[in-house]
């Protein structure tokens, strides 16, 4: 998938699945001062604890600490730390904190709808090989 984004900026994703060897998830910002480079051990970042690197110009990315105020927000899930339960928890701890407080610092329903709309154009726009505003 090839687009704009609301801010001008262009995006290129390419999604695959399956591969033998290599990286299960890499997701790579490059932009005008540098790269964040995000990955995981599966295709599943949302369940898969995420590595993220960043580098300004030209340089490698190296790997980032996680701030301790994200890692320890929620005590009763440090112990799960490093496991795959361990983001679930706290995308769940977040959802109900973003409930009781009236914020919205995590994804909700709404977006899920926006992303399954934005799918929706993206498989209309390869079905008939015409570009899409989703």
């Known amino acids: 998938m090839i687009g704009t984004l609301t801010s001008g900026a262009i995006a290129s994703v390419h999604v695959r699945e399956a591969v033998a060897g290599g990286i299960g998830f890499l997701w790579e910002i490059n932009g005008t001062d540098g790269t964040l480079r995000i990955t995981a051990d599966a295709a599943l970042p949302e369940i898969f604890p995420l590595r993220v690197a960043g580098a300004r110009g030209r340089g490698e990315p190296v790997e980032l600490p996680v701030p301790a105020?994200?890692?320890?927000?929620?005590?009763?899930?440090?112990?799960?730390?490093?496991?795959?339960?361990?983001?679930?928890?706290?995308?769940?701890?977040?959802?109900?904190?973003?409930?009781?407080?009236?914020?919205?610092?995590?994804?909700?329903?709404?977006?899920?709808?926006?992303?399954?709309?934005?799918l929706a154009a993206i498989e209309k726009s390869a079905a008939s090989g015409e570009r899409m505003t989703a």
């Open 69 to 118: 105020t994200l890692t320890q927000k929620w005590p009763a899930l440090v112990s799960l730390e490093g496991a795959p339960a361990y983001n679930v928890g706290r995308a769940y701890a977040a959802f109900a904190e973003d409930i009781d407080n009236g914020t919205h610092t995590v994804p909700d329903f709404a977006d899920a709808v926006r992303r399954h709309e934005v």
